[in-house]
């Protein structure tokens, strides 16, 4: 049987966060190293550019999106990576999926629905501060999936939406031709990860800032896990560990014996949340140093980052181009 394509993207924002590791990069590092999956991993840059509009920002936050890949154990013998704007077969894709993409279908996404609600809170006028690239940003994300006949999608559940709406217009084309010209993508949501918890116990997410980013050096770890915000009860009361963020955080990084101990500790009374806060430090710690001084040595020298994605966009462009190539000829363009 041919190998199952996998194929996800981080937008570069910012330095990657826990939810971002625990929610999209891990799980689809593990399923690179499975022999049954080939992977295409990229850093989705056009896709920042609807918000990050300073250039060396962006430059600077591609390296952080690449080197988190790496540091956190993705090999480039294994998977493509690349940079989304080094593939511009991905935007005359894009050109083609906007003529089967429904206007309401748009209408109906997240993000471009979660800023006009902020518009009309604001009392400004729905449109206020949403460009095209908004918009859109299904259709550009469609492309980067269906461009690459991706089998499976591993992200967060934010993005089952979007995944979505690429099933969709795909069935759109793919009816309207007759044939199977592109493959159906499926999402692969990870349920314990699906929805990591910031520091306030909302979604952690950039764009609410409660995040606590991959790479703090230890001090600073410690002090943003002590941020986390827990409820008000007395050292002496006991504590619910099902209702609390620290908590919900260590069963992500611990063994099944050692949240059962926590949870015993909690239920007892006695414990402090600064007890907490710091079995909850020394577990992430634990996991992200290695990961960590791998990061801060491929920031040393970004040589080796350009290295990588301009193989893996040479590699991904080959592929991207002879798909371009069945679809043009199958839409009646010169070939
Ligand atoms: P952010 O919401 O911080 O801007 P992104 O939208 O760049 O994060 O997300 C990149 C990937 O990480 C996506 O696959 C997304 O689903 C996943 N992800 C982001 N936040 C979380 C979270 N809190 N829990 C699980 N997965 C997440
Ligand atoms: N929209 C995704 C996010 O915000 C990033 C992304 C862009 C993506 N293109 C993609 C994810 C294709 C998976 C597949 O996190």
Known sequence: MSKQ??????????????????????PAIELANMPEYEARYFIAD?????????????KE?????????????LDPSKALIY??????ETFELTTILMAFTAKGLMNRAHAYKAQVDVNN???NPP????????????????????????????????????????????????????KPLLTIPEPRINEETETVTGLDGRKMSKSYG???????????????????????????????????????????????????KLATVYRAGGMGWGFA????????????TPIRTRYEELMADKSVIDNILLEGSAKARILAAEKIKVLRNAMGFRV
Not at 139 to 167: T, W
């Open 5 to 26: 394509i996998v194929l996800t993207g981080i937008k570069p924002t910012g330095v990657p966060h826990l939810g971002n590791f625990l929610g999209a990069i891990k």
């Open 46 to 58: 056009y896709h920042s550019l609807n918000s990050i509009r300073d250039p060396e920002v962006l």
């Open 61 to 73: 936050y591609t390296y952080e999106v690449a080197a988190s890949w790496l540091a956190c154990g």
């Open 83 to 88: 940079r989304q704007s080094d593939i511009p």
């Open 121 to 123: 809170e604001k009392k």
């Open 127 to 178: 449109d206020h501060g949403i460009n095209m690239g908004l918009y859109t940003y299904p259709v550009l994300m469609a492309a980067d999936i269906l461009l690459f006949d991706s089998n499976l999608v591993p992200v967060g559940r934010d993005q089952k939406q979007h995944i979505e709406m690429a099933q969709d217009i795909a069935e759109a084309i793919n009816h309207n031709y007759g």
């Open 210 to 260: 409660n995040t606590i980013t991959l790479f703090l050096p230890e001090k600073k770890l410690k002090k943003t896990i002590n941020k986390i915000v827990t409820n008000s009860q007395a050292l002496e009361e006991p504590k619910d560990p099902e209702t609390c963020s620290v908590f919900a955080l260590y069963k992500l990084f611990a063994t099944k014996e050692e949240q059962d």
């Open 277 to 288: 806060k710091n079995e909850l430090f020394e577990k992430i710690n634990e996991v992200l």
